[in-house]
């Protein structure tokens, strides 16, 4: 077994953000425009701030990769904050005089890891923790997520997200498989269909008209996945743990739900289960005739699409501030206000798939892990050739 790790280090403005990505075999085609298009991705939105206007994120390859191949070593990579020419003094790493503005920040955001962080790592400056709590952090894990992206797209797997809802406004229910991605792509609110994309953004900008924030609802699919990632023998070996951890671990997110978690405890229970049926094209291979589970059973991948949905808290920052406290004096004043988005559901979709493509490599390299791709796919087709000898499910297959 090859483990897969990552790490990300860096505040939202000081010199720029290091990533290292541990595990991943040599042979792997990759470059920095590849990286460069999924970090745009993070970039777009309605109801974006105005930092975005201000970076064009781009990785620089640092280690691990030689004429756009993986070597098999850990791959390093950095992201330079373009905004840190406004803050060398106050982001500075080394001690700075005390004449220089520093933006020390005391005034607690309601929402944010500002109380907690200050009290817990005794902070008198709740910029020390907001700085690395911002969801800056996330175009790290973007970065992190293409070279896992890279490697799934060599097994046939490939990932995607959209909203399915902006504040009180849902998108249809449609099945993933019938979702017509470019549109998603295409729409500043990753809204699949041009109503959607048109409540929406008439949800943000009501918001936004009211000083407030808007949240909603994300869905996470991966196609192409085989039966067998993740396993039922352990708690945290379980495919549908480990992806509510990591869609959890988004800022802002606060629910995880796997294929219809939640409708399905209002449904019968014979109306709940996947049925399973010899497939009509090889009778000796089967398919379930709905995806329910959404693609995990047993804390493993059942060859079904993978389905996520994941909920997003409106942010905490607004331009018309919550009341709140000074952390030094208790002094009771408004939260701080830094410029900020309205609605982040579109900017973190790509968040969310980086999110899934970091755990599905884990998984693929656990369970197929070798040193180089050549081997890793030698390794891929025996396990799938293996399942023709006892009939059964036919592991690269797509239910639905
Ligand atoms: C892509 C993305 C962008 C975000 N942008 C902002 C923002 O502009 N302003 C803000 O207050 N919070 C923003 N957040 C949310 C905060 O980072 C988050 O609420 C905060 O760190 C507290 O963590 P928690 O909500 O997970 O408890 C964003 C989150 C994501 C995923």
Known sequence: MTEFRWMTAGESHGPGLTVVVEGVPSGLEIDEAYIERQMAR?????????????????????????????????????????????????????????????????????????????????????????????????????????????MLEEFGITIHARAVSTGTERSPETDPAAVNWDEVEASEVRAADADSDRRFRAAIDAAKAARTTVGGIMQVVAFGAPVGLGSHVHWDRKLDARLAQAMMSINAVKGVEIGTGFANTTRPGREVQDVIVPDPSDPRRFRQVSNHAGGIEGGMSNG?????????????????????????????????????????????????????????????????????????????????????????????????
């Open 42 to 150: 993070r970039q777009k939105g309605y109801g974006s701030g105005g930092r975005m206007k201000i970076e064009k994120d781009r990785a620089e390859l640092r280690g691990g990769v030689r004429h756009g191949l993986t070597l098999g070593a850990p791959i390093a990579m950095w992201i330079e904050n373009r905004d840190f020419a406004n803050w060398t003094d106050a982001m500075s790493p080394n001690p700075v005089g005390d004449g220089v503005d520093k933006k020390t920040h005391t005034r607690i955001v309601p929402g944010h890891a500002d109380f907690p962080g200050a009290l817990k790592y005794l902070h008198h400056d709740v910029r020390n923790v907001l700085e690395r709590a911002s969801a800056r952090e996330t175009a790290a894990r973007v970065a992190a997520a293409s070279v896992a992206r890279r």
């Open 304 to 400: 079904n699409p993978i389905v996520a949905h994941v909920a997003i808290k409106p942010i905490a920052t607004m331009t018309s501030p919550l009341p709140s406290v000074d952390i030094n004096t208790g002094e009771v004043i408004e939260a701080a206000y830094n410029r900020s988005d309205i609605c982040q559901v579109a900017r973190a979709c790509p968040v969310a798939e980086a999110m899934m493509a970091l755990v599905l490599a884990y998984a693929v390299l656990e369970k197929f892990g070798g040193d180089s791709m050549a081997e890793m796919k030698r390794n891929y087709a025996g396990y799938i050739a293996s399942h023709d000898e006892f009939g059964g499910q036919g592991g690269r297959r797509q239910g639905g």
